[in-house]
């Protein structure tokens, strides 16, 4: 026996019990010490889920992150306070940890303290034959057995000796593994929202039950907002309410008609109050990108108009937490639940009708329109009609999201991943159209002549990626509407309507 073996005990032993329980070894402490740690993650626990586990140690003060229970990287100068792996001073742990968070905020998710005793046992001879690691909290107590290479039948021997405590055998005692023990649960969120949707549930029902579901998953974000952890807060905020707005615009005959308009003035009310919030979010995130696009002298006045960027937002996130915490916010969103309870009744004609034939007659005929305006689209198309697409697009893909668990699970994936691409494409080219003409305005009401040249200059360079972008989505257009697409959605729909 060389590898180790855990248990969970009843109750804690002392040292004096473990030393009368191993005689005639003897058992040395050589090390106790307290532990306390933060575990910190994003709210999809990314980090977790790729094997690794950040973790903050408050008693030799450190963000350490920890892969396959082995120290990988170790901060010692690392603010508490730091949330984003650019704020961290040791750029390897900063590189390691940015693919896995991309623009989320790490946060402490679990708090734990343990005091950890490493006992060494000795045999006649004064020889180290294994060591026992005890760890102990409130309410767990392990044990660990770790035998040294050579001592393979002594190991034995206190196996049996520790066998007598009447123990429950455990996982090993990895860093991940203690942690479960004392408390830690990793819950992941779904990656798609789901509504336990029946195919025949009626079209009415079902989206006003879509649409609660929706205002919930919108107000989940709301901490996240007000604390201003991450940016993705106010993303998944805004496309939760314009999911919500979509289905109202895509069923409304399955709506009755004065609860219906009220559902869009009140959802288009939420939504738009973070319009400014977010885009100057997107501005702020592209900061790095934008500084590689020009020369190093020209980047002290691209630094002001940043500056300026920031204050702006600033304004705009203080302004967005007083709303969410105001009782004239409540008392809107209550309003709002009360109308999609009011909207139950009375029954519309379509209301009545199954809602998946429903859904994939909007499917397929979103797909049609977009072949349709995707025919017409070429090097000198403008900007206004590609935005047309683009918004064409983002119907089909919300209808595939929040349909998805009606149709086929892996033809809905393959739709998904090949609009995506488009989309991906088309919003690129979108919000290059969008920066330009901001860049264009903070050029023209600043007095400093150093952010003006800046943002001309960086203006200058977009548009030529903006001609670039524009090429790629005519060809990106003919990818998805080809055979293949429309083979996909004919098989998909077989139910609804075919192509």
């Known amino acids: 026996m060389t590898t180790a073996l855990s248990w969970k005990l009843k109750k804690t032993l002392t040292h004096e019990q473990i030393s009368r329980l191993l005689e005639p070894y003897t058992v040395e402490c050589i090390d106790t010490r307290e532990m306390q740690w933060s575990v ?109 290479r050579g001592y393979q039948q002594e190991a034995k021997a206190i196996r049996r000796q520790l066998s007598t405590l009447n123990m429950q055998p455990c996982a090993s005692l990895t860093m991940r593994q203690i942690l479960l023990y004392s408390g830690l649960e990793v819950t992941v969120p779904p990656k798609q929202l789901t509504f336990n949707l029946k195919a025949t549930d009626p079209a009415q029902q079902a989206i006003l039950h879509m649409l609660k579901h929706l205002v919930t998953s919108a107000r989940q974000q709301e901490q996240g907002l007000v604390d201003d952890i991450d940016t993705e807060y106010a993303h998944q905020y805004r ?14 005959t399955c709506l009755p008609q004065q609860p219906r308009n009220a559902l ?80 139950q009744q009375p029954l519309t004609n379509k209301g009545t009708k199954a809602i998946r034939p429903l859904a994939a007659k909007k499917i397929a005929r979103h797909y049609r329109q977009i072949c349709r305006d995707g025919l017409d689209i070429d090097d000198t198309t403008a900007d206004v ?20 668990e009606l149709f086929h699970r892996n033809r809905i994936k393959r ?52 001609v670039q972008e524009r090429r790629r989505v005519v060809g990106a257009i003919a990818a998805f509407t080809g055979e293949e697409g429309v083979m996909d959605i004919q098989t998909l729909t077989q139910d609804g309507d075919t192509l």
């Not at 309410?241 to 615009?249: F, P």
């Not at 935005?387 to 999201?401: M, N, T, V």
Request: proline letters at 4%; aromatic letters at 8%.
């Open 385 to 404: 009609v590609i935005h047309a697409l683009r918004i064409e697009c983002k119907k089909l893909r919300y209808l595939l999201e929040l349909f998805s």
């Open 239 to 252: 496309v939760a309410l314009r999911k919500a707005r979509s289905l109202i615009s895509l069923f409304k």
């Open 40 to 148: 910190l993650d994003d709210p999809v626990w990314h980090i977790w889920q790729n094997g690794c586990t950040l973790l903050y140690a408050h008693h030799q003060p450190s963000l350490q992150l920890w892969q396959n229970n082995a120290l990988q990287f170790s901060d010692a100068n690392a603010s508490p306070e730091a949330r984003f792996p650019y704020q961290l001073h040791n750029q390897h742990l900063a590189e390691r940890l940015h693919p896995l968070l991309g623009v989320r905020a790490f946060t402490e998710k679990h708090r734990v303290f343990w005091q950890q005793t490493t006992l060494a046992v000795r045999n006649d001879d004064r020889k180290i034959v294994c060591r026992l690691i005890l760890i102990q909290q409130p309410q767990i107590f392990l044990l660990s057995l770790h035998p040294l």
């Open 264 to 343: 869009k003035h009140q959802f288009k009310q939420l939504a738009q109050r973070s319009n400014r919030l977010r885009d100057l979010d997107v501005f702020l995130l592209d900061r790095n990108h934008y500084v590689t696009l020009l020369p190093p002298a020209l980047g002290p006045g691209l630094d002001k108009a940043f500056q300026r960027i920031q204050r702006q937002r600033n304004r705009e996130q203080k302004q967005l937490t007083a709303l969410l915490s105001s009782a004239e916010y409540q008392d809107e969103v209550q309003h709002l639940m009360t109308t999609l309870d009011l909207a």
């Open 415 to 466: 739709l998904i991943k090949k609009l995506k691409q488009l989309q991906d494409i088309l919003g690129r080219f979108n919000d290059l159209t969008v920066q330009q003409a901001f860049l264009s305005h903070l050029a023209t009401t600043t007095r400093d002549s150093a952010q003006a040249i800046s943002l001309n200059a960086l203006i200058a360079v977009l548009y030529q990626q903006h």
